[in-house]
């Protein structure tokens, strides 16, 4: 792994160098002025890096590298959308095996495009868009980055820090991804304990059975994320609903069944569904009590 803080540091006492290292790399000065508004150091080194093979620090500190690999064209390209809101923005996945990057030339990267590119241009490349991970035991760089040629939703390849650090949160052996939640626990005295999926499917179905038996299915509720398709969400759905019939079921983010805005629905206001073309339409949109630009960031921004 390529550790660039050395450079990195040098750069950063030394505006001047920092110049001449970006004019170097054929960076024009307007264009040098724009990096530090937009990114300050990290976006001019980021960019203007040197062509050499790179990779996240993976010393779990999350410190941003200076460079990062270039993808070659034949790297595996997969569609995907950012998970982490129901925006839905559309990201690219890029993967390729560690030490068979890319070249700077438009000829020689699956993006097709002569780097370096400028920050807007909606085909640059945040260190934080990178990782390298382990898949089948092959250190493999992968790359999830906003698609650049959307149409719709996140034109351009508008994103949003969350979308830009998806790559960050897959798993790693040496960093704090590593702290993930592998088995079912059980809450013993003051400690979370391990158990066997066929121990918690046990214990849930023994306690439900009592619970039932002597207070009904009042007494049983589900709560449960309701996010993505049917395939994720019809057996926990079909549990509560038709097997246990209780009428005691939230979704991950509200009390109880309702639309997003209680009370509108009751009003006869569809709260949840507004099509992203009702938003652009829209002459006035009131909003209140909510955190539109933080936690729906391209909605709003678009
Ligand atoms: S607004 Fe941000 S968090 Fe939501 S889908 Fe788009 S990039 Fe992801």
Not at 133 to 147: A, F, K, L, Q, S
Not at 243 to 263: F, Q
Not at 276 to 297: C, H, R
Request: proline fraction near 5%; hydrophobic fraction near 35%.
């Amino acid at each position: 792994m390529a550790n660039t803080s050395n450079t990195k540091g040098t750069l950063t006492d030394n505006l001047e160098d920092l110049w001449q290292h970006a004019k170097s790399a054929g960076i024009s000065r307007r264009n040098f002025l724009g990096l530090m508004a937009a990114g300050g150091t990290t976006a001019v080194i980021a960019t203007c890096g040197d062509g050499k093979s790179s990779d996240t620090a993976g010393d779990g500190s999350n410190v941003p590298v200076a460079q990062i690999a270039i993808p070659p064209t034949d790297a595996t390209i997969l569609p995907t959308a950012c998970d982490y809101c129901s925006v839905g923005c559309g990201y690219m996945i890029y993967k390729w095996p560690v030490g068979h990057d890319g070249g700077m030339k438009a000829a020689e990267n699956a993006l097709g495009v002569d780097f370096p590119v400028s920050t807007l241009s909606s085909k640059w490349i945040s260190p934080n868009m990178q990782n390298v991970v382990e898949i089948d035991g092959v250190p493999t760089n992968v790359m999830v980055i906003p698609d650049g040629d959307t149409k719709v939703v996140n034109k351009g390849g508008d994103h949003s820090v969350r979308g830009g650090t998806l790559s960050q949160k897959l798993y790693r052996k040496d960093n704090a991804t590593k702290d993930r939640l592998q088995h079912p626990q059980i809450h013993v005295g003051d400690e979370f304990i391990d158990i066997w999926w066929d121990d918690a499917v046990e214990i849930v179905a023994d306690i439900s059975t009592y619970v039932l038996d002597k207070y009904s299915e009042m007494a049983w509720g589900m709560k449960q994320y309701s996010y993505q398709y049917y395939e994720n969400t019809y057996a926990l759905t079909k549990l509560s609903r038709k097997s246990i019939a209780t009428p005691v079921w939230a979704p991950h983010d509200k009390p109880g069944e309702g639309s997003d805005t209680p009370g509108l629905s009751d009003s006869g206001i569809d709260a949840f569904s507004a099509a992203y073309q009702d938003w652009f339409d829209a002459d006035v949109i009131m909003v209140s009590g909510v955190s539109l630009y933080e936690s729906k960031t391209i909605l709003f921004n678009e």
